[in-house]
T-cell receptor, first 114, second 114 residues
Framework: GAGVSQSPRYKVAKRGQDVALRCDPI?????LFWYQQALGQGPEFLTYFQNEAQLDKSGLPSDRFFAERPEGSVSTLKIQRTQQEDSAVYLC????????????FGPGTRLTVT | QKEVEQNSGPLSVPEGAIASLNCTYSDRGSQSFFWYRQYSGKSPELIMSIYSNGDKEDGRFTAQLNKASQYVSLLIRDSQPSDSATYLCAVTPSFSGGYNKLIFGAGTRLAVHP
């Protein structure tokens, strides 16, 4: 079946612009995660949804970052007033269940802030 | 001390040899453990999951977990040039709150040469 998809794959934003990154999880997957990956580093947790509920947003770097999953499927990560330090790859992952089940990653969105 | 530590490499092995990748973690209560493979410019791809002490084999891959020593390893038998990638170790910490809030190491770069 179809895997996790993300769009856009690449985004260039001028400093101060708002961006919205979309994630389509595997159909029926309950859990959805967002991670941020800087060059040469492992992914870092940003936020977690169980269905439409955002249960953990402890990894969001600032109040400029906002995520939603209103109908429990597609999720959007929004970054307001982008800064150069926001440049990274943003990865979305989903898993079938709650608990410690395996996560599957989408292709990521590479954000470059100029 | 980083929560999940990996040697950055590169680990260079000849084709056909066994590649041994190691990972240590600081949270003694960590609950589940994963290995991901990441090709340059691509997103992480799940290779193995392991939840209890001992070995788990899947094809050419064997994951080994030793909770007392707080390490997890990945063995790749009959290494192929196509195995050349960065291997990420990921751990679910004790404070994860009942969901799979993964903590990643920075990854080990593996180079398999013909």
């Amino acid at each position: 079946g179809a895997g996790v998809s993300q769009s856009p794959r690449y985004k260039v934003a001028k400093r101060g612009q708002d961006v919205a990154l979309r994630c389509d999880p595997i159909s029926g997957h309950v859990s959805l995660f967002w991670y941020q990956q800087a060059l040469g580093q492992g992914p870092e947790f940003l936020t977690y949804f169980q269905n439409e509920a955002q249960l953990d947003k402890s990894g969001l770097p600032s109040d400029r970052f906002f995520a939603e999953r209103p109908e429990g499927s597609v999720s959007t990560l929004k970054i307001q007033r982008t800064q150069q330090e926001d440049s990274a790859v943003y990865l979305c992952a989903s898993s079938a269940n709650t608990g410690f089940s395996e996560q599957y990653f989408g292709p990521g969105t590479r954000l470059t802030v100029t | 001390q980083k929560e999940v530590e990996q040697n950055s490499g590169p680990l260079s092995v000849p084709e056909g040899a066994i590649a041994s990748l190691n990972c240590t973690y600081s949270d003694r209560g960590s609950q589940s453990f994963f290995w991901y493979r990441q090709y340059s410019g691509k997103s992480p791809e799940l290779i193995m999951s392991i939840y209890s002490n001992g070995d788990k084999e899947d094809g050419r891959f064997t994951a080994q977990l030793n909770k007392a020593s707080q390490y997890v390893s990945l063995l790749i038998r009959d290494s192929q040039p196509s195995d050349s990638a960065t291997y990420l170790c990921a751990v679910t910490p004790s404070f994860s709150g009942g969901y799979n809030k993964l903590i990643f190491g920075a990854g080990t770069r593996l180079a398999v040469h013909p």
